[in-house]
């Protein structure tokens, strides 16, 4: 990981925006933005033509909108796609699901913290998911209590590629590892690893759950990568998911 700087494309119709997210992730060691982007048809040409690390792009742009353009850069039909970061400050469902559907391997709120941002990123980078902890939150405590998970068009159904879907295999992955038998959580993840799961499920970043269990930041790390792999998680939205599933997340 030593010496690999991640190249980042900023694509929104905002200057502000753009020089203030140009700002934090140029500030990081591991970073730097290489292309920048005021409209959405401007945005595909430039990232197909320098293929950064991680495409930063806004919903709502002229010419083509955030989410067409994640399609053309990351869609099914893409042979070889990058990876798309959508940060917006539209709150929807429907955004969340149709980003996630053309291949965006994030989605962030443009109020969320400069902390937020740069681990998203970094999450991209690598090929891993992450969604707003708001977001995932809202959406996975609505499948939880009964808001989705039907025979189709509400936000969780398993036919979209959100985190009801995710849901749904992570924990069919952990039921068949556990010879087809639900085990209590208390025997799947050591206390810690727990105590670890909850905040992920709550929305903590790695640096909150740092601060909140008075651990190092490598320590947290550790944890969750072994309750990933104890859950066949492919990520931290997966991670919650289990939680929320099992009834971690009730004080």
Same mark, same amino acid.
């Not at 090929?127 to 996975?140: C, E, K, N, Q, W």
């Given at each position: 990981?030593?010496?690999?700087?991640?190249?980042?494309?900023?694509?929104?119709?905002?200057?502000?925006?753009?020089?203030?997210?140009?700002?934090?992730?140029?500030?990081?060691?591991?970073?730097?933005?290489?292309?920048?982007? %005021?409209?959405?048809?401007? /945005?595909?040409?430039? =990232?197909?033509?320098?293929?950064?690390?991680?495409?930063? $792009?806004?919903? +709502? !742009?002229?010419?083509?909108?955030?989410?067409?353009?994640?399609?053309?850069?990351?869609?099914?039909?893409?042979?070889?796609?990058?990876?798309?970061?959508?940060?917006?400050?539209?709150?929807?469902?429907?955004?969340?699901?149709?980003?996630?559907?053309?291949?965006?391997?994030?989605?962030?709120?443009?109020?969320?913290?400069?902390?937020?941002?740069?681990? %998203?990123?970094?999450?991209? /980078?690598?090929?891993? =998911?992450?969604?707003?902890?708001?977001?995932?939150?809202? $959406?996975?405590? +609505? !499948?939880?209590?009964?808001?989705?998970?039907?025979?189709?068009?509400?936000?969780?159904?398993?036919?979209?590629?959100?985190?009801?879907?995710?849901?749904?295999?992570?924990?069919?992955?952990?039921?068949?590892?556990?010879?087809?038998?639900?085990?209590?959580?208390?025997?799947?993840?050591?206390?810690?690893?727990?105590?670890?799961?909850?905040?992920?499920?709550?929305?903590?970043?790695?640096?909150?759950?740092?601060?909140?269990?008075?651990?190092?930041?490598?320590?947290?790390?550790?944890?969750?990568?072994?309750?990933?792999?104890?859950?066949?998680?492919?990520?931290?939205?997966?991670?919650?998911?289990?939680?929320?599933?099992?009834?971690?997340?009730?004080?």
């Amino acid at each position: 990981m030593g010496g690999m700087t991640i190249r980042l494309l900023i694509a929104d119709d905002q200057e502000m925006v753009r020089s203030a997210f140009r700002m934090i992730l140029n500030s990081q060691p591991d970073m730097e933005v290489v292309a920048e982007a %005021a409209d959405g048809v401007e /945005a595909v040409e430039q =990232a197909q033509k320098l293929r950064p690390d991680v495409c930063l $792009l806004d919903i +709502r !742009m002229p010419g083509l909108d955030g989410l067409e353009a994640t399609r053309r850069l990351a869609g099914p039909e893409v042979p070889d796609p990058l990876n798309v970061l959508i940060a917006t400050t539209f709150d929807l469902d429907e955004y969340v699901y149709r980003a996630l559907r053309n291949g965006a391997c994030g989605f962030l709120l443009k109020d969320g913290s400069p902390a937020l941002l740069t681990e %998203a990123v970094r999450a991209a /980078a690598s090929g891993d =998911a992450m969604i707003a902890p708001s977001v995932t939150v809202r $959406l996975l405590s +609505r !499948m939880t209590s009964g808001g989705g998970g039907g025979s189709g068009a509400g936000p969780g159904s398993v036919d979209q590629p959100g985190p009801g879907a995710r849901r749904s295999k992570a924990a069919a992955r952990h039921h068949r590892a556990q010879g087809g038998q639900r085990a209590p959580a208390e025997e799947v993840l050591t206390p810690r690893e727990l105590d670890v799961v909850r905040l992920v499920a709550r929305g903590r970043t790695n640096e909150e759950l740092a601060d909140e269990l008075y651990v190092t930041l490598s320590t947290v790390k550790t944890h969750l990568a072994n309750a990933q792999r104890k859950l066949a998680a492919r990520n931290r939205v997966e991670i919650a998911a289990w939680a929320w599933e099992n009834n971690l997340c009730s004080d």
